[in-house]
Structures are given as structure tokens and as C-alpha cells.
């Protein structure tokens, strides 16, 4: 089955489109806090040289709140208009390792915690001021990190190529908050 895959959590962004686990089209992009004007250009380009796929897989974080909300309505337009499958996947399973930590800055000094080992959470995502995570890590295990804020990880951004691989980890297209939106009142 040749699936389009979009994840944009971080600041790197990719789509690639996959067909019996083999990556047909692969393409990243920088994608700085949402700004979707590389993303379109890039899905314009897997759509127009890949042709039809039967399902489309986006990364739903946690990451950039921005670039989430703007590839899953993507995501979301484009399957209704095709008529196509939409999944989501968290975007943590976009790396190629058989275990592995994944870091990622959640603003307002806590960081967030992922742990996959063999395809699957080892324990659900947790949000930690920055020495509790970085206490959790182990040895041995390779640690991806979303941003560049630990000289120890390794910097990089998940990648569409490999969601696809993990198709038991397949839910709803929707965006992984951590914790609850911070909303402003106005004075008024």
C-alpha cells in the first residue's frame, strides 16, 4: 500500500511517501515554528511526482504547536479531498533505532521524555524540568533530541520515512498537548 507520510514537529520538517515499507519519495525542509511555506512546496512536489496513495499518515508531536495544527488540517483537507485514509502517529517514532530516548524542549523550562524500545513507548511521554529527564537517560541508548539543548543527544528531527514502520502505533490524526493550553484574558 503507498502511503504519504507528513511529520513537522520540530524544526525540520519531511514527507515521504512509502510502499511496502520501501521509501519511494523522501523530502525534509526547514520548517522554523510553523512557517508552512517550504511545507506546501514539498507536499506539492511528493503529490505531483508520486501520484495516488491509499492512506496518509501524519506525525502528531508533541513539537511545535503551530507546525502540528498546520500538517494535521493539512493532512486531514487532503485525505477528504482524495478520499483517503487519515492516521496519526507520534511523531517520537520517526527515528531509526531499535531503542531510543527522544528530548524535546516544551517550553517554559520542562523538557518532554519518550522512551521507544522495539516500536513501542516503553512508559507514556513524560514532561520533566530539564535534570529529571536528563536522570532518566541510560547508557548505551541513543538519545535524539528535537532541538539542540543536550550536548549528549544526538540533534535531530523525527523523519516521515519511518512512521510508516510502525503501523501499531496508528490512532487518530490528533496533536499531542502536553499539558493545558495557556490562555491570556484580556483585561476587558
Known sequence: MKILAIECSSGRGSIAVTECDRTVFSLDFENPRGRGVKFFAALENAVSRCGDFAQILVGTGPGSYNSLRASIATAWGLAKARRVPLK?????????????????????????????????????????????????????????????MLDSACYEAPQARFLARHPNQFGPADPIYLKPPHITKSAA
Not at 106 to 113: D, V
Not at 115 to 135: F, K, M, Q, W, Y
Open 88 to 148: 496519526g502517529i507520534p511523531s517520537i517514532f520517526g527515528y531509526d533505532a531499535p531503542e531510543y530516548f527522544v528530548i524535546g524542549d516544551a517550553r517554559a523550562g520542562q523538557w518532554f521524555l519518550a522512551h521507544v524500545r522495539g516500536g513501542a513507548l516503553v512508559n507514556p511521554i513524560d514532561l520533566l524540568p530539564p535534570e529529571d529527564a536528563t536522570a532518566r537517560l541510560a547508557n548505551g541508548i541513543p538519545v535524539f533530541s528535537t532541538s539542540p
